[in-house]
Each structure stands twice: as C-alpha cells, then as structure tokens.
C-alpha cells in the first residue's frame, strides 16, 4: 500500500489541483463558445443545486471517515476499517435513493416555481444521474486520505475533468439544435460520466492497493457497530452544517439575482445571460488560485491540532503567518493579473470581454478570500468548528440581503451581485479574524503586509506601463501570455528581495528542496 509523508501528500494534492483547475478552465470555455453565454446562465443556474445534492449525500463524512480510518489504521485494526466503510457506503447509499427519487419528483414543479427562467428544469434533471456516483465516491475519497494514500483522490480529479471535457464539447454540440437547455443538460450528463470514470479509477484502486476487503456479514457488522455510527455522524454533521449552509446560500443565489434583475427591469434571457458571465467567466478567473488555498486548509489543519494539545500557541502563530503569507504571495499576483489583464483573458478564455468588467469590480476584494481557507483550517483545530459555521450563517444572511437590495436596483443589476459577493468574502474573513483573535490573541505581522502591498503595487505598475506600450504589434495570445509571463517573473524576484519567499521555506517543497539541497 502506497503512502505518502504529510508533505508530499499535500504537493501531489496541490499540483493535481493546478492540473483540474486548468482543465475546468478548458471546460468553461468549451461550454462559452458552444452554448454561448444564455446557456452558460442555464449551466450556473443549475449548478448549486448540484452541489447542494452533493452535499446531502455526502453527509460530512469523507472528513469522519479520513478521521476515523487514520486513527483505526495506525492500530492496524482492519474489522474497524471495514465497518467505518460498511456504515458509510450504507448511509450514503440510502442517502442518494431517498434524493434521485425526490429530485426526479420535485425539480420539475419547484423549478418552475423558484426560477423565471423555466428552461433551467433540464440541467437540474440532469444532474440526478451523479448523485449515486459522489456517493461512493466520498466513501472511498474519505478513505485513501485516512490511510494517508492521496495519489487515487489526486488523480481521480484529473481523469474526471479529461472525461468531462472530451465529451462536453460532443454532448453540448449534438443537442444544442433541440435547444439551449438541452445544451446545457448535456454538459450536466458529460460531468456525470466523468465522475464516473473518476469512480471506477477509485475503485480499481481501492481493489488493487487496500488491505481491506468488503466481504462478509456487512448488515450484521452495521448493526453491532452503533458507537462507530455515533462517531461518524457526530463528525460528519457538524461539518456538514457549514457546507450546508454555503450550498444553501449559493442555491438561492441564482433565484435572488434573477428576480432581483426582473424588478430591475432586465429582461429574464438578459438576466441569465448575465448572471453566467459573472459566475461562468469572471468567478472561475479568479477562483483559480484556490487549489493553493486548499492545500493550506488540509496541511494546517493537523499542525495546528498538533500545537493546540501541546498548548504551544506560538507555534500556532507562527504557522498561521506562514499560511498567509503564502496565501498573501499566490493572491497577490493573482490580483495583479486578473485586474490588469482581465479584458484580454476574458476575450481569450471565454471570448467575452464584457466579463472583464466584472473581474475588475472582484478582484481587490479577492485578496481577502485567499486568506479564508487557512483561518477556517485554525478554527478546525482549535475546536471552533461551531463558531466557524455561524460566521458563514452569519455572512450568508448578509450576502442574501444585499443581493436583492443592490440588484433590485437598475444602476446596480448585475454588478449589485458582483458586491454582494465581494461583501460576504470580506465579512466572513473579518469574523474569523476576528474569533482567532479572541481566542489565541493571534496578532498579525504588520511588516508582511505592507511588503506584500508594495509587491502589488510595482508590479501592477509594471504591468501598465507594458500594457500601454510593449509588444505593441503582436497578437493578442503571444502577447497577452508575455506580459503575464514578464510580470511575474518580476513579482517573484521582488518577492525574493523583500524576503516574503525564503530559502527555508523552498526547501521544505520537494521538488525544490532537491534542487537547493
């Protein structure tokens, strides 16, 4: 059985992560030229209530299960191993019946009653057929990161991502003449076959490199093991709460921002149109940097458990600062990028260069959110789960309301969620601050900040000045990819001399450490 150090593991992790965000890219813009912004609108539209479905059948229990398997693999007691996977699939078995039924039942009726634009109940059927694949799959996902084995959970990501986009473009392309809803139905059923075949990779797997085999009396085993049932649900709900809670608020965000534009005076083809260009095009640009930000939530969450039971809270300090100063780096040239050159990659990626408005409204503000990822890791450790889910209640409430206020008004439309968005990134960063704060007296490394305000603001400045007057005459590709190119080998080597990247630091990487070693 293949093992990987904590290190290592988060690097596969971190690099299988650039690898499927690139290839959601290609993805996107697949789905933008072939369907077009109205059937981008339709896809996004859908999409939450895809990962609100994922989130039931879920049940928070790929965090119990990676947990629960950890702790009974270090006792190398297989049985335990077998019953945690025997009541899992189980539960998440049952789950996913109870849901595709009820969603084949109820999407129709209340998708005609949630939203104005009556053509999302398509895509929404379509996503039924995932709904027992994630199942499984969590399962198995919770168990390869319990037994600290992430190459199956890493590569199951790009194998998914390859099989979306090669049938994707098929898909879309065939049912496009019946219409844009069909389109967009399509592009749900090409995501379903790629968590498909992400499961069977899983799957073969899990069958050629575990120890553990599903045999036997299972239903017996399920039912003499209520305290590992305890166990499971009493982690697995509470993480499911704040999860719960994010997917609920980006459920209704699409119904919000559609009757909020109504009143506005948008038409309901304007409306969707306009919210894919916000959540299709602009998000997906600056959400890229994320996989970074995850990387750090999973490798901080067992270091700063290891600090808090010792109750060595300058450790805690101390990897908290060097969290965000890595999340400081990756959000600040993203922020340089995507603000300067946002009107060529929109044209680029998407070949919708209105899009770039909305990235120039988002993207300060999206320095904040890279620092949310490590914070609510701290929070997880410190036994403030709790708190953590209420800042997000709280945050949603706001976003919720502000939504409709700002896109309710005709100067504001779309731009109105675009704010909203910002509002909630900003706030739910500010409360877990704050609970850290309060808590551990977390204090902050003022000269870290204002060193990383002055990498952003030569190197936007560079990024300007070359805009306005370098490779002038080249096409927009070459160019745009040069510039890019340029500016950040410049904001890494004013990095290196500010000292926000250090020589310790590369070391501990291992890819780099080889080279500096």
């Not at 879920?58 to 965090?63: D, I, N, R, S």
């Not at 890279?370 to 409430?397: E, G, R, W």
Request: positive net charge; aromatic residues 10%.
């Amino acid at each position: 059985m293949t093992r990987q150090s904590f290190l290592k593991g988060s690097f596969i992790l971190m690099v299988a992560g650039l690898f499927t965000r690139i290839l959601g890219m290609v993805n996107g813009m697949v789905l933008a030229r072939v369907i077009g912004d109205d059937g981008v609108g339709l896809y996004n539209m859908a999409f939450p209530a895809l990962i609100l479905a994922v989130t039931l059948t879920e049940l928070g229990l790929p965090v119990a299960i990676s947990k629960l398997v950890a702790e009974a693999d270090t006792l190398n007691n297989k049985r335990k191993i077998r019953v945690i996977l025997s009541l899992s699939l189980a539960i998440v078995g049952f789950i996913s019946l109870v849901l595709t039924i009820s969603m084949l039942v109820l999407v129709p009726p209340a998708a005609r009653f949630l939203f104005p634009d009556t053509r999302v109940v398509y895509p929404l059927l379509a996503i039924t057929p995932v709904i027992p694949i994630v199942a499984v799959s969590s399962v198995l996902r919770g168990y390869f990161q319990g037994i600290r084995n992430m190459k199956p959970y890493a590569y199951s990501g790009i194998i998914e991502q390859i099989v979306r986009i090669s049938l994707v473009a098929t898909l879309t392309n065939m049912l496009m003449p019946y219409g844009v809803q069909y389109a967009a139905a399509g592009a749900m059923i090409a995501g379903s076959a790629g968590e498909c075949a992400s499961l069977l990779y899983m799957l073969r797997a899990f069958k050629k490199e575990s120890r553990v085999r599903l045999k036997g009396k299972i239903r017996q085993s399920v039912h003499r093991s209520r305290n590992t049932l305890r166990q499971l649900l009493g982690i697995g709900l509470p993480t499911m709460g704040s999860r719960m809670i994010g997917s609920l608020g980006n459920f209704f965000e699409p119904i919000i921002v559609s009757h909020g534009m109504l009143l506005a005076g948008y038409s309901i083809q304007d409306s969707t149109a306009l919210y894919g260009q916000l959540t299709g095009f602009a998000l997906t640009i600056l959400l890229l940097p994320s996989f970074i930000t995850h990387a750090l939530h999973v490798s901080l969450v067992p270091a700063v458990s290891e600090a808090y039971a010792k109750k060595d809270y300058g450790m805690i300090h101390f990897r908290l600062n060097q969290a965000l100063r890595i999340a400081m780096l990756t959000g600040g040239l993203s922020v340089v990028v995507t603000y300067s050159f946002a009107r060529p990659l929109m044209t680029l990626i998407y070949d919708s260069p209105a899009s770039a408005t909305y990235v120039c409204i988002m993207a300060p503000f999206f320095l904040v959110f890279y620092f949310q990822a490590p914070m609510h890791a701290v929070l997880q450790a410190l036994d403030l789960a709790k708190a953590a889910m209420m800042n997000t209640l709280i945050s949603a409430i706001v976003k919720i309301m502000t939504l409709f206020l700002l896109t309710s008004r005709p100067e504001f439309g779309i731009k109105g969620a675009a704010l909203a968005i910002c509002v909630n990134v900003v706030l739910v960063t500010m409360l877990h601050t704050a609970v850290i704060i309060k808590t551990i007296g977390f204090s902050l490394i003022i000269k870290d900040y204002l060193r990383t305000a002055i990498l952003i603001a030569f190197s936007g400045l560079l990024a300007h000045i070359l805009i306005s007057r370098a490779l002038i005459g080249w096409e927009l590709l070459p160019r745009t990819l040069a510039l890019i190119a340029i500016i950040s080998f410049f904001y890494i080597l004013l990095a290196l001399f500010l000292g926000m990247i250090q020589r310790e630091q590369l070391s501990q990487i291992p890819f780099f450490g080889r080279w500096i070693a």
